[in-house]
């Protein structure tokens, strides 16, 4: 009852890309720690939200920024009206009460936070919580996913070693092109024809990557552009909002996205 409105109650729509749904049904059959690998916007969130609704299981995400303490993950004494009470923080909830826990781009916390689910991402499948002495053995539904993006990282913003290799991993892409023109097609609720021009132009903006740009135009963007041109902005319009001016900064990589729109035409 505590996590019902973490279920999932309606289907959300999913397009797999491979074997990726029989994968993670496996996985969460022996509960194994499950890491989500892939750029930004390609559809790890939706994946994961798809799994629970699938598996029928709570699902609590958290993303992950580098104010983040422990005691966010874990919980915090409060004081109310009649004291000091201890209130569960999002991860400490899902391993009480057996949710799939979701740390969303876990990298981005610091070190320091990123501890405390080592004990929770081995064997062990236990939370000390350190302020109130208790030692939570997780439920047996309990389920650790994280997302994280290789692209973005830097020596200092890195996982442990010790963390990566408690998690199994799962690699995430763009779409393909007929793929990923459904996916836009659907999300944005516009024609094909149009959603594949988008596409096209996605994947030349991907090819910039490396050329200036750190990632290109994620599946995301492209429905942002879509959802534009399905309340009749222009195509060209539509990808100079959603795409060309978020990306870039650099008035010379501008000129050559609005150049590929204008091909694209
Ligand atoms: P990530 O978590 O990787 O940053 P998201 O899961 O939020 O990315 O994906 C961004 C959007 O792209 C989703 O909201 C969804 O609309 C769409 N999307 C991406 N991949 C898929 C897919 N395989 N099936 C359905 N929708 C997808």
Redesign the pocket.
């Known amino acids: 009852m505590i996590l019902d409105s973490h279920r999932i109650t309606t289907e959300p729509?999913?397009?797999?890309?491979g074997n990726e749904i029989a994968l993670f049904a496996a996985a969460y059959a022996a509960r194994m720690p499950m890491m989500?690998k892939?750029?930004?916007?390609?559809?790890?969130?939706?994946?994961i939200e798809y799994m629970a609704w699938r598996l029928g299981k709570p699902l609590i995400t958290v993303a992950c920024h580098e104010d983040m303490t422990a005691s966010d993950l874990v919980g915090r004494f409060l004081l109310d009206a009649n004291g000091t009470v201890w209130h569960d923080g999002p991860l400490t909830r899902a391993v009480r009460h057996g949710a799939i826990c979701y740390l969303?781009e876990i990298v981005e916390a610091r070190q320091d936070t990123t501890v405390v689910i080592h004990p929770l991402a081995d064997d062990r499948r236990v939370l000390p919580l350190e302020k109130t002495g208790e030692l939570i053995t997780a439920h047996p539904d309990f389920q650790l996913v994280i997302?994280y993006n290789p692209g973005y990282q830097s020596v200092l913003k890195d996982l442990k070693e010790s963390t990566k290799q408690r998690f199994a991993a799962m690699q995430?892409l763009y779409?393909d092109r007929a793929?990923e023109t459904a996916?836009v097609a659907?999300?944005a609720g516009i024609a094909e024809e149009d959603a594949r021009r988008l596409v096209l132009i996605g994947e030349a903006a991907r090819h910039l990557k490396g050329h200036g740009l750190d990632e290109g135009a994620?599946?995301?963007m492209l429905?942002h552009a879509g959802q534009l041109i399905a309340r009749g902005v222009a195509l060209a319009a539509a990808c100079q909002v959603a795409l060309i001016l978020p990306i870039t900064d650099d008035p010379d990589l501008r000129d050559a996205l609005t150049a590929t729109v204008d091909a694209c035409l």
């Open positions: 729509y999913y397009c797999a890309a989500l892939g750029p930004t916007g390609c559809g790890k969130t939706r994946f969303d997302s995430f779409p793929l996916i659907h999300e994620s599946t995301r429905i």
